[in-house]
Structure formats: structure tokens, C-alpha cells
Nanobody
Framework: QVRLVESGGGSVQAGGSLRLSCAAS????????MGWFRQAPGKEREFVAH????????FYAEDVKGRFTVSRDNAANMAYLQMDSLKPGDTAVYYC?????????????????????WGQGIQVTVSS
């Protein structure tokens, strides 16, 4: 498993932007597919975005498509989630997660149980 640490969360007004970062401890970071999930109070954890090992293929949940951008820098062992045009409904604890590179090929990339390493989570609050 790889240790993951998120940063960059906070409070912002609707329409604003935040950039989440996920630092990985493992020098083989480039072998892991990466995902972002979020969990709002009283709700289940839900898929937000996924990026494959080389960063060329990405997937997004419908309600963030066009507003959020997932990226990675394998040389720096980092993954990112750029969040623009934020809405109050985006308020949640956000998690980055790492999984086997093969999950990028299948719908398993959308499901949290297929990721083997998780960050501690970071709060994002969007006010109206």
C-alpha cells in the first residue's frame, strides 16, 4: 500500500476554485491508478474523478464534468484535483485513493472498494 496525504482544502464561496493535492510516499507512484472520492454528511462516499497511470485517460462523475480536472505528476509523486465553479453541493470531505493500474480499464474505477490505499480526507466547504 502507498501512503497518501491530501492538502489544499478549505472554505470558498460558490463560484470559486480550490486545488486539492495528494502526495504519495511510494516511489512507484506511477504504477498506481488514482481516484478522487467525496463524502458529504449523511451520504455515502461517491466517485468524483479517476486518472490512469500515465495521466492520458480521465473519467469524471457527471455532476463535476466540465468543472473539475484531475491530473498527476509522476515525477513528483503527486495527484491533483482542480475544482472550479464550485457549488454548495460540492461540500464534502474529499479523499484521494490509489489502486491497481488495471482498474482504469473497467467500471471498477468508479467503486471505492477497488482502491487499496486512501488518504485521510480533507474538508471542502462551499458557501452560497
Amino acid at each position: 500500500q502507498v501512503r497518501l496525504v491530501e492538502s489544499g482544502g478549505g472554505s470558498v464561496q460558490a463560484g470559486g476554485s480550490l486545488r486539492l493535492s495528494c502526495a504519495a510516499s511510494d516511489p512507484t507512484f506511477s504504477n498506481y491508478a488514482m481516484g478522487w472520492f467525496r463524502q458529504a454528511p449523511g451520504k455515502e462516499r461517491e466517485f468524483v474523478a479517476h486518472i490512469n497511470v500515465d495521466g492520458r485517460t480521465t473519467f469524471y462523475a457527471e455532476d463535476v464534468k466540465g468543472r473539475f480536472t484531475v491530473s498527476r505528476d509522476n515525477a513528483a509523486n503527486m495527484a491533483y484535483l482542480q475544482m472550479d465553479s464550485l457549488k454548495p453541493g460540492d461540500t464534502a470531505v474529499y479523499y484521494c485513493a490509489a489502486g491497481d493500474l488495471l482498474i482504469s480499464l473497467y467500471n471498477s474505477r468508479y467503486h471505492s472498494e477497488n482502491y487499496t490505499s486512501w488518504g485521510q480526507g480533507i474538508q471542502v466547504t462551499v458557501s452560497s
